[in-house]
T-cell receptor, first 116, second 112 residues
């Protein structure tokens, strides 16, 4: 059973703090993703990674950075948290299949971040 | 740029009804289309994945269809139950292993 875990379910931070959100998957997936979810806007892609030390910007990367030092771990970093980064953050992972049955992305439980 | 739209945004039905959720997408060049369920405050759970070469997929009381040429998918839920109450999200994958593009979801409430 695929498991994607996120380090915190709820976080409260102050404006200007550096925030780390951690995501770990246990199925040796190559691909990992960070989304944020906001009412009325749906899920939007922040960053993704196809391999260790590799990263690609998504639709809304401003104010965020990522780190993937190990295959199973993908970290999202808010360099200087702002109130408009209050949101639900969802991590996902998937296999990088070139053939065979297609597989879905597996999501973590989410981290609800409040920036005061 | 791919856009995914879900109609209706919210739906309330009595228990036992059959219902249909709609999803449309603007670019028919997709790798697959996926339906997810999200309970309040929780992550997403995959329900069905339809490959671009397929027309439908079934799992229990759920049936999802795909008409790629018209850019539409439907999720059919038979004999709805209160436990089906959740938000249902449609997402398309443009190429293998790429990020999903999501609709904003349909929030379903099934009353007993």
């Amino acid at each position: 059973d695929v498991k994607v875990t996120q380090s915190s379910r709820y976080l409260v931070k102050r404006t200007g703090e550096k925030v780390f959100l951690e995501c770990v998957q246990d199925m040796d997936h190559e691909n990992m993703f960070w989304y944020r979810q906001d009412p009325g806007l749906g899920l939007r892609l922040i960053y993704f990674s196809y391999d260790v030390k590799m990263k690609e910007k998504g639709d809304i990367p401003e104010g965020y950075s990522v780190s993937r030092e190990k295959k199973e771990r993908f970290s999202l970093i808010l360099e200087s948290a702002s109130t408009n980064q209050t949101s639900m953050y969802l991590c996902a992972s998937s296999l990088n299949l070139l053939q065979g049955p297609q597989e879905t992305q597996y999501f973590g439980p989410g981290t609800r971040l409040l920036v005061l | 740029k791919q856009e995914v739209t879900q109609i209706p945004a919210a739906l309330s039905v009595p228990e036992g009804e059959n219902l249909v959720l709609n999803c449309s997408f603007t670019d028919s060049a997709i790798y697959n289309l996926q339906w997810f369920r999200q309970d309040p405050g929780k992550g997403l759970t995959s329900l069905l994945l339809i490959q671009s070469s397929q027309r439908e997929q079934t799992s229990g009381r759920l049936n999802a269809s795909l008409d790629k040429s018209s850019g539409r998918s439907t999720l059919y839920i038979a004999a709805s139950q209160p436990g089906d109450s959740a938000t249902y999200l449609c997402a398309v994958e443009g190429q293998a292993g790429t990020a999903l593009i999501f609709g904003k979801g349909t929030t379903l409430s099934v009353s007993s």
